[in-house]
């Protein structure tokens, strides 16, 4: 009787929360502080989605005996289009012209635009060419394969940039810092987290083996959904990382339920202080629902919080009852790549590729010429089979130190502003110095190399007042502006030896100076 009762409960519970949700109209996910995050919040609270999995799915369930104990292992079965997880391979567009199909599937070219992040100075973000369903990689890629790279304000406001001084930084050591926040939520149980652990600690093994890099730093968490976080290490050194990992150390599964957002924030907290790391990714693993978390931060602010810190979330999906949509939506805006797979013996290689796709990114180092909470990147690639374009998003923090290229550039020896081409660049600085009436700026002018270092400082003075000039005539009072002129001393680009000219060094920059 007491059993029928509590499942009459849980029925009524059920109907009335697919009736609730049948009320609210989806959204698409295209806004950072729109609608779309509140989506994920309510992801974090989806009572009647956890019930609905629990009833409405039959769970295959095998026992395992250890010791005195019986552990029940949930089994996942993988969808029909499934493909396993593969070693990555390199290839150049001429060999993959050659590969045949495979399984009755074409091989195409696709591009992935992720882990965005913005310095004072400079924005960075990466991007991969590759055939993806086979684990394929294009190499050999150059700026000349770039079309081009557009930054572009939400579409209501129908303001974007094209960027004019970007590079593909060179295949050289980049400092990073990994954090693996792993589920050990008791479905993972024993030898699933087990085999968890040895898959960590032999992709860290094999990155120290590939770069030799010792600034490369790795961080250990763990987590369930009782309040049981646990932070086990951070080092650049394998010993010490090998001590937590290897054998496992009470790492087996344990708790009921799961606390994702609790432990993505401790880990956000803990990258944070991390001030030295060039680039700083969280591989979010889990095989549940974030579902008992005690932080009363929305999980939004959450996301926010590690895109202030210069953090990348790429989040991995462990069988059939994860939550998908809220991993997607983290992916989404924490700028990251996502995973999925169903099977603990593809641990080792699911890892070892995660890592290994991150070292092989093509990685782009630009000039910022918009503000803003939320902006688009654009990467359109051309001189391959046909153009790909891709896409994510950045914020630009719009406080003091960090500066933005307005892209408007002089002709030789003048300081006279082109109003009408550069409209737009003009505009939204406008729009934002009268929108945060607080905000004072300092307006750099640079030359090239042109003419003596003197004449220069004073061109460059005269290019930086122009734009003071024009702001003043448009209403912005005068004391929220200051100017300087740099001449040559501060290039966007470095010369060539014997190279004096560069059009993309006669310019003005604007930095926040609140």
């Known amino acids: 009787m007491k059993t029928f009762k ?108 992720m882990y965005p992040r913005i310095e004072p100075n400079k924005g960075y973000v990466s991007f991969q060419v590759g055939d993806f369903k086979y684990n394929r990689y294009l190499t050999g890629l150059t700026k000349d394969n770039i079309e081009y790279l557009k930054l572009k304000l939400p579409d209501t406001l129908k303001v974007e940039c094209e960027v004019q001084k970007f590079r593909i930084l060179p295949k050289r050591d980049v400092t990073r810092h990994y954090s693996f926040v792993l589920d050990h939520s008791g479905s993972m149980g024993d030898i699933r987290a087990s085999k968890l652990q040895q898959g960590v600690y032999n992709a860290i093994k094999n990155s120290f083996k590939r770069n030799q890099n010792k600034k490369d730093l790795y961080s250990i968490h763990k987590f369930d959904g009782e309040g049981n976080i646990q932070h086990l290490v951070t080092s650049n050194r394998l010993k010490a990382i090998e001590q937590v990992l290897v054998p496992p150390r009470g790492l087996n599964g344990f708790g009921k339920s799961t606390a994702i957002k609790d432990a993505l924030l401790q880990a956000v907290q803990n990258l944070s202080k991390d001030t030295i790391s060039e680039s700083k990714i969280i591989f979010l693993f889990t095989d549940g629902v974030s579902n008992t978390d005690r932080s009363l931060l929305p999980f939004s602010e959450v996301i926010k919080m590690a895109i202030d810190n210069k953090i990348n979330i790429a989040p991995i999906g462990f069988g059939n009852y994860v939550d998908i949509d809220l991993l997607n939506k983290i992916s989404y805006f924490a700028g990251g790549n996502s995973y999925r797979v169903y099977n603990e013996d593809e641990f080792n290689q699911l890892f070892d590729n995660i890592v290994l796709d991150v070292e092989m990114n093509y990685e782009i180092e630009f000039s910022p010429c918009i503000f803003g909470d939320e902006i688009k990147i654009e990467l359109k690639l051309k001189g391959l089979e046909k153009p790909l374009i891709g896409e994510t998003f950045f914020s630009t923090p719009v406080k003091e130190g960090y500066s933005i290229d307005l892209n408007i550039l002089f002709n030789k020896g003048s300081a006279q502003i082109d109003k009408k081409k550069y409209f737009n660049e003009l505009i939204q600085i406008l729009n934002l110095m009268k929108y945060k009436t607080n905000l004072n700026i300092l307006i750099e002018g640079h030359t090239d190399k042109v003419g003596s270092e003197k004449s220069n400082i004073q061109l460059s003075s005269d290019r930086a007042n122009s734009l003071k000039k024009y702001f003043i005539g448009q209403g912005i009072n005068k004391n929220r502006i200051t100017t300087k002129g740099f001449g040559w001393s501060n290039p966007a680009y470095p010369y060539q030896r014997g190279q004096i000219k560069n059009i993309l060094n006669r310019r003005i920059e604007i930095k926040i100076i609140e």
């Open 6 to 113: 509590i499942f009459i409960i849980l029925f009524i519970s059920l109907n009335l929360t697919v009736f609730a949700q049948s009320k609210i109209p989806e959204k698409s996910p295209k806004t950072f502080i729109g609608k779309s995050l509140k989506e994920i919040d309510k992801a974090t609270i989806k009572i009647g989605e956890v019930i609905k999995k629990f009833f409405g799915k039959r769970k295959i369930l095998y026992k395992i005996k250890k010791g005195k104990h019986e552990i029940k292992i949930r089994k996942h079965k993988a969808p029909t289009n499934y493909l396993q997880t593969k070693t990555i391979t390199q290839t150049t567009q001429t060999d993959f012209k050659n590969i045949k199909k495979e399984n009755n599937l074409e091989p195409k070219l696709e591009i992935k635009v």
